[in-house]
């Protein structure tokens, strides 16, 4: 059974950083991409970055150079750094991850979803 358990959400001003953590269980990182998405009150659940086996990445335009996607194939731990948080980055964030090779930011490609964790910026 594919368990992903995100956490690292919380609090934060604007112009400050957050690292989430997403732990995989069940299921390895060298087997398909995986990503992280997030969905704010009244919006559609929208991908931000995701990462392939071969650690190929993609980046919404809204967080590039802002959010870095990670994986420590030891830990089972998918990663995002975020740094210069904005206020309208505040939204549920969530793991995601494929049966396939393929990266994209589409949620309509991803099998296996975490629970969340709440992201919330302050001006």
């Known amino acids: 059974q594919v368990q992903l358990v995100e956490s690292g959400g919380g609090s934060v001003q604007a112009g400050g950083s957050l690292r989430l953590s997403c732990v995989v269980s069940g299921y390895s990182s060298s087997r398909g991409s995986m990503a992280w998405f997030r969905q704010a009150p009244g919006k559609e659940r929208a991908g931000i970055s995701c990462?392939?086996?071969?650690?190929?990445?993609n980046y919404a335009d809204s967080v590039k150079g802002r959010f870095t996607i990670s994986v420590d194939n030891a830990k089972n731990t998918l990663y995002l750094q975020m740094n210069s948080l904005k206020p309208e980055d505040t939204a549920m964030y969530y793991c995601a991850a494929a049966s396939t090779i393929w990266c994209g930011l589409d949620p309509s490609g991803y099998n296996f979803w975490g629970q969340g964790t709440q992201v919330t910026v302050s001006s």
């Open positions: 990462i392939s086996p071969f650690q190929n990445t």
